[in-house]
C-alpha cells in the first residue's frame, strides 16, 4: 500500500522546516532478522498487526539469501516473493505502511561489503520491494534516507555498501558528512531515529558491531553528540534484544536493539556479557518485536513476544 502517513516529508538536505507548535505523537514497531520460519514463529506479524502500529520498520536481515541466490538476480527476487507469501506477514504488509534498511543476508552474502559485484542490482531489487521507503539511489548510490512527521525524523542508514575491512568503515566519510548536514538541517526535531544494523553503543568487539571499527564509529558519535535533540539508534542483527544507553561528551544517547522477528535467538556470551557495560536491564532472548512510542511528554519502548505478550518496558524523558 502507498503510504501517506507523512505529511511533512523531507527527502533532501537543505529544507528549512520551520518550529512546530505542538509535540508530534507516534507510536511505530521494529524489528529485524526474519528468515522464513514454521507457522508458529510467522504469528508475530499476526501479533504486530494487533498492536495497531502507524507503520512497521524494518532494521535488516529482512530474508535471508541463501548462497545459490545472492549472485542471481532472478533467484533474489524469487526470495523476496517466497518470503512475503507468508499470510501473516502478507496480512500485516498490507494493512500497515513499511520502511526499510538493509543488513547483510537482504543485501547478498553473509558479512557482505564493498566488495559485493552485485551490490548495486541486490539495491534496485530492494528498492522495489521496500517501495514506500523514500531512498534515492540515483543520487547517493546506496540506501540512505530520511522523513520526517512533525517534530520527529527517522534516518536510514546504509552500512552495507561502503563497508570495508574490520577497522576501516562502515558508513565511510560520505555517507558520515551527508547524516551531519541532515542533523544541522534537522535541529528543531525533538527526537531522531538513526537506523542502522549493526550495533552502535555496544562495546563488546563481536560479530559487526561497530566498536570494531574504533575511529568511525568514534566519528559518528561526535557528529551525533553535536545534535541538538535526543537521537535514538535503531539496530538489529543480533539474534537477542537489549537497549543501550552511553553519555558521550555529556550527551545522552540511545540504543533500541530488536532481534530476531523469527530467525533462531542467540543470547549473548561470555565475554561480551562482562564487556558491554552500556546495557540497560538483561538482554532479551526470545523472538521479538518492539513498539516504540512518541508521546506528547517523552518516548516509551515497549518489547512483546512472538504472542504479543509485554516482555519488558522502558520510558524515557524527551
Avoid at 501473516?88 to 552474502?109: C, F, K, N, T, V
Wanted: glycine share 6%; net charge negative; proline share 4%.
Amino acid at each position: 500500500m502507498k503510504s501517506t502517513l507523512f505529511s511533512a516529508v523531507v527527502l533532501c538536505v537543505g529544507i528549512q522546516i520551520s518550529a512546530f507548535a505542538q509535540r508530534t505523537e507516534v507510536a511505530f514497531a521494529v524489528g529485524s532478522c526474519a528468515e522464513l520460519s514454521t507457522p508458529e514463529r510467522e504469528e508475530i506479524f499476526t501479533s504486530i498487526l494487533a498492536k495497531k502500529p502507524e507503520f512497521f520498520f524494518w532494521l535488516g536481515d529482512n530474508t535471508y539469501y541463501k548462497s545459490s541466490e545472492w549472485n542471481d538476480s532472478t533467484l533474489m527476487a524469487e526470495a523476496w516473493a517466497r518470503r512475503h507469501a507468508s499470510k501473516p506477514l502478507a496480512a500485516m504488509m498490507s494493512a500497515i505502511p513499511q520502511r526499510a534498511i538493509w543488513d547483510d543476508h537482504d543485501y547478498g552474502p553473509n558479512d557482505g561489503d564493498s566488495t559485493y559485484s552485485l551490490r548495486g542490482t541486490s539495491a534496485k531489487i530492494f528498492s522495489t520491494v521496500w517501495k514506500d521507503t523514500p531512498f534515492n539511489y540515483a543520487q547517493y548510490h546506496d540506501l540512505r534516507w530520511v522523513e520526517r512527521k512533525g517534530d520527529v525524523v527517522w534516518i536510514g542508514l546504509d552500512d552495507r555498501t561502503h563497508r570495508g575491512p574490520v577497522g576501516t568503515q562502515v558508513l565511510g566519510r560520505g555517507q558520515l558528512d551527508w547524516l551531519s548536514s541532515v542533523l544541522d538541517a534537522h535541529a528543531d526535531a525533538r527526537v531522531i531515529f538513526i537506523a542502522v544494523g549493526s550495533q552502535v553503543l555496544n562495546l563488546a568487539p563481536s560479530f559487526e558491531n561497530f566498536i570494531r571499527y574504533p575511529e568511525e564509529r568514534l566519528d559518528l558519535l561526535d557528529r551525533c553528540a553535536t545534535a541538538r535533540t535526543q537521537v535514538v539508534f535503531l539496530t538489529g542483527d543480533r539474534h537477542h534484544g537489549e537497549i543501550e544507553e552511553l553519555t558521550h561528551k555529556g550527551v545522552r544517547l540511545i540504543e533500541i536493539c530488536s532481534s530476531p522477528l523469527t530467525s533462531k535467538v542467540f543470547p549473548p556470551r561470555s565475554p561480551e556479557t562482562e564487556q558491554n557495560t552500556t546495557i540497560v536491564g538483561t538482554p532479551i532472548s526470545e523472538a521479538h518485536f518492539t513498539c516504540v512510542n512518541v508521546t506528547k511528554d517523552g518516548l516509551f519502548v515497549e518489547y512483546f513476544n512472538t504472542q504479543g505478550e509485554t516482555i519488558v518496558n522502558v520510558t524515557y524523558e524527551l
